[in-house]
């Protein structure tokens, strides 16, 4: 079998072990197996478990359960729902119980690095809200939906991590990387909610009243979510100045979550505390699961000369490497509606970044690339997680409206992964200042 054609049979057989209901972790690791069966190499099976240890044999990888813990804590407490209100008291403009929305988004992407874990600690909250005040429901969900996919990109990121792992690159740098286009994205979505919150007033002139007299009623709960902020900052600062690895950033970071839980919300409960646990053992072993053995299939595609066949096949068809990228992109993209973003990293990243070298990019600017096309992923269907979580809170709200309500977000995401490809300054300016 040619490396093309084997390519492209481990996807549709990886695809279609998915769409039958086997788990993604699992579903990789049988592709591979059926694959080593049709190249009569299965006796090569012998060898998955150490191959699978080896990829996971990495300090670095240390860290995720430390930001996974990390943010499960700090989601168990009401924090996002007090961040985002705190900011809803400083932002009285039209539209501005969602651009508090966003903002806790943003802030709370800072403290777990997940984007789920996001849309549920801010949306839990700020859906059932917005839509009683009269926000449209699929502007309401969509806010939540696009907001939560900032999870992944502003430090700490668990994809960013997993990306710096499977390409040896600094964890540090790529972190930092993600701070000025995850703000700016953030920026532009506040801007939408703005724009199409005021167009809605218009026509519904008496919600504005009535926002600004509820606003008025709401206690800011200020002094609870400052020592947060603060935690955000210390690990901004710790990360640029280069005074702590991830590693130990993300454990000094858990226990300081675990203390402020403990002292502001009184979050005592045992039961608690062995469920968050266990969560964090769950969603740890699910990553490194999938992280595996999509490592191991990437590993023997590239043995098979299918990964270096599909990029001079691309190349070739394309004629350049702005078109190779712009493949690449739309590749991720549709990958995105079927496998989580680590998962799309673990096997994507090795497969191209010969060709981002070869063309002179950056893997630190390829590493924000991807986790923006990521990003996308979290919302496109029929697998956006962000979609399924929106909608486990708001079962009310038709999985159509927020499709809808999601669309603009994913426009703003699309054009911003092409904005960083026009300024690659924007992910890289801050990596070269670091210390």
């Given at each position: 079998?040619?490396?093309?054609?084997?390519?492209?049979?481990?996807?549709?057989?990886?695809?279609?072990?998915?769409?039958?209901?086997?788990?993604i972790?699992?579903?990789?690791?049988?592709?591979?197996?059926?694959?080593?069966?049709?190249?009569?190499?299965?006796?090569?099976?012998?060898?998955?478990?150490?191959?699978?240890?080896?990829s996971?044999?990495?300090?670095?990888?240390?860290?995720?359960?430390?930001?996974?813990?990390?943010?499960?804590?700090?989601?168990?407490?009401?924090?996002?729902?007090?961040?985002?209100?705190?900011?809803?008291?400083?932002?009285?403009?039209?539209?501005?119980?969602?651009?508090?929305?966003?903002g806790?988004?943003?802030?709370?992407?800072?403290?777990?690095?997940?984007?789920?874990?996001?849309?549920?600690?801010?949306?839990?909250?700020?859906?059932?809200?917005?839509?009683?005040?009269?926000?449209?429901?699929?502007?309401?969900c969509?806010?939540?939906?696009?907001?939560?996919?900032?999870?992944?990109l502003?430090?700490?990121?668990?994809?960013?991590?997993?990306?710096?792992?499977?390409?040896k690159?600094?964890?540090?740098?790529?972190?930092?990387?993600?701070?000025?286009?995850?703000?700016?994205?953030?920026?532009?979505?506040?801007?939408?909610?703005?724009?199409?919150?005021?167009?809605?007033?218009?026509?519904?002139?008496?919600?504005?009243?009535?926002?600004?007299?509820?606003?008025?009623?709401?206690?800011?709960?200020?002094?609870?979510?400052?020592?947060?902020?603060?935690?955000?900052?210390?690990?901004?600062?710790?990360?640029?100045?280069?005074?702590?690895?991830?590693?130990?950033?993300?454990?000094?970071?858990?226990?300081?979550?675990?203390?402020?839980?403990?002292?502001?919300?009184?979050?005592t409960?045992?039961?608690?505390?062995?469920?968050?646990?266990?969560?964090t053992?769950?969603?740890?072993?699910?990553?490194?699961?999938?992280?595996?053995?999509?490592?191991?299939?990437?590993?023997?595609?590239?043995?098979?000369?299918?990964?270096?066949?599909?990029?001079?096949?691309?190349?070739?068809?394309?004629?350049?490497?702005?078109?190779?990228?712009?493949?690449?992109?739309?590749?991720?993209?549709?990958?995105?509606?079927?496998?989580?973003?680590f998962?799309?990293?673990?096997?994507?990243?090795?497969?191209?970044?010969?060709?981002?070298l070869?063309?002179?990019?950056?893997?630190?600017?390829?590493?924000?690339?991807?986790?923006?096309?990521?990003?996308?992923?979290?919302?496109?269907?029929?697998?956006?997680?962000?979609?399924?979580?929106?909608?486990g809170?708001?079962?009310?709200?038709?999985?159509?409206?927020?499709?809808?309500?999601?669309?603009?977000?994913?426009l703003?995401?699309?054009?911003?992964?092409?904005?960083?490809v026009?300024?690659?300054?924007?992910?890289?300016?801050?990596?070269?200042?670091?210390?």
């Open positions: 079998m040619d490396p093309i054609t084997l390519s492209l049979v481990s996807v549709g057989v990886l695809l279609g072990l998915i769409v039958i209901g086997v788990p972790g699992y579903a990789l690791a049988l592709g591979t197996l059926v694959m080593m069966a049709v190249m009569g190499e299965f006796e090569q099976a012998a060898y998955i478990a150490e191959a699978a240890f080896q996971l044999d990495s300090i670095e990888l240390v860290a995720l359960p430390m930001f996974i813990f990390m943010g499960a804590i700090i989601a168990i407490s009401p924090a996002g729902k007090d961040i985002y209100r705190a900011l809803h008291r400083l932002i009285p403009i039209p539209g501005g119980l969602g651009v508090s929305a966003v806790g988004c943003t802030l709370f992407s800072a403290l777990s690095g997940s984007s789920p874990a996001t849309a549920a600690a801010i949306g839990s909250s700020a859906i059932p809200e917005m839509i009683e005040r009269g926000y449209p429901r699929s502007l309401a969509g806010i939540i939906v696009g907001g939560g996919t900032l999870g992944i502003i430090p700490p990121s668990i994809v960013l991590l997993l990306y710096g792992v499977v390409t690159t600094s964890i540090g740098q790529l972190f930092i990387a993600g701070i000025i286009p995850g703000v700016l994205i953030a920026l532009v979505f506040a801007a939408y909610t703005v724009w199409a919150m005021a167009r809605h007033e218009r026509r519904y002139p008496e919600l504005a009243a009535q926002q600004r007299e509820k606003a008025k009623a709401e206690a800011a709960p200020f002094w609870r979510v400052v020592p947060f902020f603060v935690m955000m900052f210390m690990i901004m600062v710790a990360l640029y100045g280069g005074w702590a690895t991830p590693s130990e950033i993300a454990a000094v970071g858990a226990v300081i979550s675990i203390l402020l839980v403990l002292i502001i919300y009184r979050v409960d045992l039961g608690v505390w062995k469920a968050l646990l266990l969560k053992v769950r969603d740890t072993s699910m990553i490194l699961i999938i992280a595996a053995f999509a490592y191991y299939l990437s590993q023997f595609l590239a043995y098979h000369g299918a990964v270096a066949a599909l990029s001079e096949a691309m190349l070739g068809t394309f004629g350049s490497d702005w078109a190779m990228l712009f493949a690449i992109w739309l590749l991720m993209l549709f990958l995105g509606c079927f496998l989580p973003p998962a799309i990293v673990v096997i994507v990243a090795p497969m191209f970044l010969p060709f981002i070869e063309a002179g990019f950056s893997p630190v600017w390829f590493g924000v690339f991807i986790t923006l096309n990521m990003e996308m992923g979290c919302i496109t269907p029929p697998l956006g997680i962000n979609l399924f979580v929106v909608k809170i708001a079962p009310q709200v038709s999985s159509r409206d927020i499709m809808m309500g999601a669309m603009p977000f994913l703003i995401l699309a054009v911003a992964s092409w904005v960083l026009a300024f690659p300054g924007l992910a890289l300016w801050l990596p070269s200042m670091m210390r």
